[in-house]
Structure formats: structure tokens, C-alpha cells
């Protein structure tokens, strides 16, 4: 097995010279190269893809031979016993209206079984890592939130580009969660609602129809920082099922508020 720590601190770097690239761009941004992808509001522009061409091409080097899953399709998916899960940019659409919440995530998986996240916001310029056992925010190592009631919280969520049959049920879910909580924000970057879980600044973070890049790197750092990430129903299924409960110790009450509307 690879040194995780030596890994990490190069994977960091990366991301982080990735972020200054995205960062860059966004300065100056071509709307014009705006793309959409298989349904409405699914967007996608150059600044995505040759960050992700950039991810994979760096870390490639790093352990060479691993395979990658990401958002854009770049690098090769064949069997590896590594393989890294990459959003080259969490929250594209609030990149492209300048709406300063987006970040890059990485995570990498051995045999299976995610070993190690970064996710790097990139505008506050804070890089939430982990490679087991302890979370960090810049390398201040961070906890979840002490706090464990639901009526204490503040949460967070999204809302799907596509599956909109489900949206009465999910709908009821957030109105369950409003009578019940401090409230409930919708940053527009899953990556990086999960790293303020995992830092404390939100007591919990539920979503559906999300994909394993969205989630691997934050789901990773808030199960080392103390936190429980499950799917809908209490299991282990949210990487790829596309369902995901995070949360300190208000993440059963969540659960059961869930499982009141959601079949």
C-alpha cells in the first residue's frame, strides 16, 4: 500500500493549483463556453474539464497505474486496486454566476474502500482533508458539531437536475425539517456541505440523486471527523446509491424525519 500521508500532502497540492486555476478563469469567464449536458440545468464549461484534465494527469503520477472515476469521463476506469473519485468543480453552476461556493474533490479508494478526501474551497481558500482517524481544515484538525438536537440545527440540502417525480416527497422532507431545525441552506455544492459538516459549521446535510464524485471526499473527511453518513434508510449504500444522510448526533433524528415521507 502507499504512504497515505505523503500522498495526501501532493494530492493537496494539486488541488489546490487546480483551484487557483479555477479561480483564475472565473475572473474572466467566457459564458459563451457554457455547455449543457443530458438534462436541463446539468451544466458544464472548459473550466471543468481541463480542471479535471489537470486532476487526473497529476495525480496519475503520483501513483501510477490507478484508475479514476470522474464527473467528465477523463482518465482510465479500467480495475486498479486505487481508483480516484473526482469533481474537478462542485458547484459548476454557482461558478458560472460568480456565486463564490464551488470546490474541488478528490478522494481515493483502495480495493473498494475510500482511504482518503480532499475537498478545497476555493474562494475562502479552505482545504478539508483526510486520510483516516482525523479531519483537518487547513491542517487545524476539525470535529463535527456537539450538538444533538434537531432543534438546535442548522442543515443543509440541494435539489436534483433530474428525478422530479420524487419532488412532493422531498418537498415535504424540507417543510418537516423548517418546523423542526434553525433551518435549512442550499450552498449548491454537496462537497462542500458535507466539509461544513464535518468542520461543525452545519449539524447536517441530506440529499438524493447524487453521484459518487459528488460525495466520496466529503462523506470520507465527516466519518473521520466524528460524523455518520448513511443513505435514506440507514445504510451503507450512499456512495452509489444516490441517496446520502450526513450528520453529528442529530443524524438519527434526521433519519427518522426522512423515513416519514421518503419510500
Not at 443543509?156 to 423542526?180: E, N, V
Request: net charge negative.
Amino acid at each position: 500500500m502507499v504512504q497515505l500521508a505523503q500522498v495526501e500532502k501532493e494530492a493537496i497540492e494539486i488541488c489546490k493549483e487546480v483551484g487557483h486555476f479555477i479561480h483564475t478563469e472565473g475572473s474572466n469567464f467566457d459564458r459563451s463556453r457554457i455547455e449543457q449536458k443530458e438534462s436541463f440545468n446539468n451544466l458544464v464549461s472548459y473550466v471543468d474539464k481541463e480542471a479535471e484534465l489537470r486532476l487526473v494527469t497529476a495525480l496519475e503520477k503520483i501513483i501510477p497505474g490507478s484508475s479514476f472515476l470522474t464527473e467528465e469521463g477523463t482518465g482510465k476506469t479500467s480495475s486498479s486496486e486505487y481508483q480516484w473519485i473526482i469533481d474537478p468543480l462542485d458547484g459548476t453552476t454557482n461558478f458560472l454566476h460568480s456565486l463564490p461556493v464551488f470546490a474541488v474533490s478528490v478522494a481515493l479508494t483502495y480495493q473498494h474502500k475510500t482511504v482518503m478526501g480532499i475537498v478545497y474551497e476555493v474562494n475562502r481558500d479552505e482545504c478539508f482533508h483526510s486520510s483516516g482517524n482525523i479531519a483537518f481544515c487547513n491542517s487545524r484538525e476539525i470535529k463535527v458539531s456537539a450538538v444533538t438536537q434537531l432543534n438546535e440545527s442548522l442543515l443543509a440540502t440541494g435539489f436534483p437536475y433530474t428525478h422530479f417525480t420524487q419532488k412532493d416527497a422531498y418537498m415535504s422532507i424540507i417543510k418537516d425539517f423548517l418546523d423542526k431545525s434553525h433551518g435549512i441552506r442550499r450552498l449548491g455544492s454537496a462537497a462542500v456541505d458535507l466539509a461544513y459538516v464535518a468542520c461543525g459549521r452545519l449539524e447536517g446535510f441530506f440529499e438524493y440523486n447524487l453521484n459518487p464524485w459528488d460525495v466520496a471526499a466529503g462523506a470520507f473527511i465527516v466519518q473521520q471527523a466524528g460524523g455518520v453518513v448513511t443513505d435514506f434508510k440507514g445504510g451503507n449504500d450512499f456512495l452509489f446509491g444516490g441517496e446520502l444522510c450526513a450528520g453529528c448526533g442529530v443524524h438519527q433524528d434526521m433519519l427518522e424525519v426522512i423515513s416519514n415521507r421518503w419510500k
